[in-house]
């Protein structure tokens, strides 16, 4: 595995990662290259790295916690527990409809509200003003601020900040040392920071701590990432019932674009692999990159780390498959190739689909279509070819940004076409 994990840090030009193998709750852990190439500091199992978006599995799991003290209720009106916030969907918004990305929240503006013990709500209050994408419970939509409503409602209930919720409910009782949150923690560790492909540092260092439930502050070993993917294996292990991890592990909707995920559950996202069924949650933001899998029938939990974010995905996929394919006998899905020649009906699916901060024109071409995505002054135009189903794969990349993922379309009553999926990102339409 040290050969796998250099090798394919090599390839992808990536400055420093981690894997950590648990297999029946025996953990391996593995490191290569430097957290800082400025100053040429190694990394080791010890390292830790911004994780970005898998945060919302502890988000989840501190929510479950609450479910499980009879503190909460997925299916009560998040405006029992926030009666002073004004969201979308008021009155029928649920704590499921937020774990399980079916809130219809726009996934949110990418903002700093400062650093106070208020800089959640603060983000929260902002969401009253941004058109959701669908009512709640009706589709699949990631979103951060649904995270983020997720987060307050721990602060709510728990009279504590998120971040200290995290430490006393979670990570100190499952015995997660190397998973902090708070700038005044991490000097007491060794810690990654972000680099380009080219090798050259990141700054800032972290944009927004009231995205912190979302994924824009937590940093984690993939050691420590394993190990929370071992505690979900193992029933909870006494931090959570196993009813919650059911719950966590039931699916709750269909995820059209299937690259990112074919379904999604409390919290994370579930696939399958050579037909097994694989749960878990990744994650990029400026600073780093990791993913974190777990996948009972094998009781096996696997996570990595990066410290290049633009390479954390393939990065992730080339080693699941190499690791899966040596270990547990599993063949690790590849994406479809496009069938040309398919038919496509444009008519479904042009027009104009938007998001708080996205634009997608989706125009007809010679048999087939194209998008035009626009956002804070940027533009790219790319064609899609069709995988069938309502699904496409951008003929550029760059289109899902780091992701490489597949797009697809909803379609309404009509045949016509009612959301855009840019892989996880719901924009709904607006014109066309």
């Not at 945060?55 to 009106?77: F, N, Y």
């Not at 959640?120 to 994408?133: D, K, M, N, S, T």
């Not at 409910?169 to 700038?183: E, K, Q, Y």
Request: some cysteine; overall charge negative; proline content about 6%.
């Amino acid at each position: 595995m040290d050969e796998l994990l250099a090798e394919t840090a090599a390839r992808l030009r990536i400055t420093g990662a981690q894997l950590a193998i648990a297999v029946d709750g025996e953990l391996t852990e593995y490191a290569t290259g430097v957290a800082n190439a400025e100053l040429g500091t190694p990394v080791t199992p010890d390292t830790l790295f911004q994780i970005g978006s898998t945060a919302k599995l502890h988000t989840a799991a501190l929510v479950l916690g609450l479910v499980d003290e009879g503190r909460a209720d997925l299916d009560a009106p998040v405006s029992e527990y926030l009666p002073e916030l004004r969201l979308p969907g008021e009155g029928t918004l649920t704590p499921r409809h937020l774990l399980s990305m079916t809130s219809g929240l726009d996934n949110g503006p990418y903002v700093d509200t400062g650093r106070g013990d208020d800089c959640v709500a603060r983000y929260a209050e902002l969401l009253a003003e941004i058109p959701p994408v669908f009512a709640p419970g009706e589709g699949f939509g990631y979103s951060n601020a649904s995270t983020v409503v997720s987060g307050l409602l721990i602060e709510r209930l728990t009279g504590l900040t998120w971040d200290e919720a995290l430490q006393r409910r979670l990570a100190g009782p499952a015995g997660l040392a190397r998973t902090v949150s708070r700038d005044e923690d991490l000097v007491y560790h060794r810690v990654a920071v972000g680099h380009t492909v080219g090798g050259e540092v990141v700054r800032p260092w972290c944009f927004s701590r009231g995205l912190g439930p979302a994924g824009s502050t937590l940093c984690a070993t993939a050691g420590d990432l394993a190990r929370f993917g071992v505690m979900i294996l193992g029933g909870g292990a006494g931090v959570l019932s196993p009813d919650a991890v059911a719950t966590m592990q039931t699916p709750h909707t269909e995820v059209e674009a299937r690259w990112f995920a074919e379904q999604w559950c409390a919290g994370p996202y579930r696939k399958v692999w050579d037909g097994t069924a694989v749960y878990g949650h990744g994650g990029t933001n400026l600073g780093g990159s990791s993913t974190l899998v777990w996948i009972p029938e094998r009781n096996t939990a696997l996570a990595v780390t990066v410290n290049t974010p633009s390479q954390g995905y393939p990065f992730a996929d080339a080693v699941f498959a190499g690791v899966c394919a040596d270990l547990l006998g599993l063949a690790v899905p590849v994406r479809a190739e496009p069938g040309l020649g398919l038919p496509v009906d444009a008519s479904r699916y042009t027009g104009v689909y938007r998001t708080y901060d996205t634009r997608y024109a989706v125009t007809e071409r010679p048999g087939g279509l194209a998008v035009t995505a626009e956002s804070d002054g940027e533009r790219l135009t790319c064609d899609l070819l069709p995988l069938g189903d309502h699904r496409f794969q951008p003929a550029d990349d760059r289109l899902g940004g780091m992701h490489r993922w597949d797009v697809a379309f909803v379609p309404g009553p009509d045949g016509r076409a009612t959301r855009f999926l840019n892989g996880a990102f719901a924009a709904r339409r607006v014109s066309g």
